[in-house]
């Protein structure tokens, strides 16, 4: 069996696929590798960047070219091109990230084969801005050599594993439906993979993550209801996944969502859908009354009565220290 697949996961990236392409094919192991590139309909030259790569390096490198854009922010994509995936272990990398430690893959590779213990291993990654911010490190120095599913579940969103520092275990057959459904591949990905294991640490520096305007950290839409209402979908199917091991925890977490709609585009000027919003915010989250007062002031209140609010709260103030 093949040691190791890279997939490469891109949609429109023909500024950065060659970069990605190349940090993987200048990878040093001591086992043979596949690259397949899985391109979710490109339309701006990057699909046939992919087949220039083919001829040069045939059999090494293969393009899964879809015919038809697969949706879901990526994650179909990643599903169809990992169905081809021939390799014991798959690292995955975005299209418009890359390597920068020609070990990566085996160093990742020999941690996997020492711990059987673990379903994927994760590394250090530089996170660099499209917009000019500076470029930092994802990971302090105090991180642990080993997580498992219970660092993975919070009352919010818990991210610290970079997708280009990834290397995991070919080793789910089938994913469930719902993971199919959710725009967010990553965080569910995750999830299922440290269902069956540790999940092993290195601190070494080996991937940059580059934060830019075609990547798939900027689909992501905190003031939509459609994005919030898939992310609710999602983390109720984790939390059944997990047979409600976490539910006090993820109800909570699930509360966020429902509260960050209230302020969505599609609500934030309709107050009676709105009511029904906040009655699920509060029955999951069981804020204090003073929190949810806030709530009901920011949200539930119309600008007038709140202007009628201040003025009235004003003139109780003077009353009270005239």
């Known amino acids: 069996m093949l040691k190791v697949s890279v997939l490469i996961i891109t949609y429109n ?11 993987v094919l200048a990878q040093k192991t001591t086992f043979p590798i596949e690259i397949l590139v899985g391109d979710d309909f490109s339309s701006d030259g990057t699909r046939e960047i992919i087949q220039e790569y083919e001829r040069k390096y045939p059999g090494l490198v293969k393009g899964v070219l879809h015919p038809y854009n697969m949706g879901k922010n990526g994650g179909i994509n990643f599903l169809e091109t990992l169905k081809l995936a ?12 890359y ?24 590394h250090n990654a530089l996170i660099t801005y499209e917009d000019g911010k500076p470029s930092h490190v994802l990971n302090g120095p105090d991180m642990k050599p080993f997580y498992t599913i219970e660092d993975l579940v919070g009352e919010d969103e818990i991210w610290f594993m970079a997708t280009s520092s ?26 299922l993979k440290a269902k069956l294991g540790k999940i092993g640490y290195l601190p070494d520096l080996m991937s940059v993550y580059r934060k830019n305007r075609n990547g798939v950290s900027f689909s992501d839409k905190y ?12 983390y109720s199917n984790i939390n059944r996944e997990l047979d409600y091991k ?11 969502y429902y509260k960050m709609m209230l302020n969505s585009t599609q609500f934030r000027d309709s107050y009676i859908k709105k009511l029904r919003l906040a009655a699920i915010y509060y029955s999951l989250a069981k804020p204090d009354w003073a929190d949810f007062k806030k709530v009901i002031y920011n949200h539930l209140t119309p600008p007038v009565v709140q202007r009628a609010y201040g003025v009235v709260a004003i003139g109780l103030h003077r009353l009270m220290n005239g």
């Not at 990236?13 to 940090?23: G, L, W, Y």
């Not at 290397?167 to 999830?191: H, K, Q, T």
């Open 13 to 23: 990236q023909k500024n950065f696929i060659r970069e990605a392409i190349d940090s």
């Open 223 to 234: 003031d939509d209801a459609v994005f919030l209402k898939n992310r609710i979908d999602m």
């Open 86 to 97: 021939k390799g014991e272990y798959y690292a995955l990398i975005d299209g418009d990230d």
């Open 166 to 191: 990834t290397m995991c275990r070919n080793s789910i057959a089938e994913y469930p439906a719902w993971f199919r459904e959710s725009v967010s591949g990553d965080i569910p990905r995750l999830i």
């Open 246 to 256: 976490f539910d006090s925890v993820l109800r909570k977490n699930i509360a966020r």
């Open 99 to 122: 390597l920068i430690d020609p070990l990566k893959l085996q160093k990742q590779a020999d941690l996997l084969d020492a711990h059987p213990d673990y379903s994927l291993t994760f």
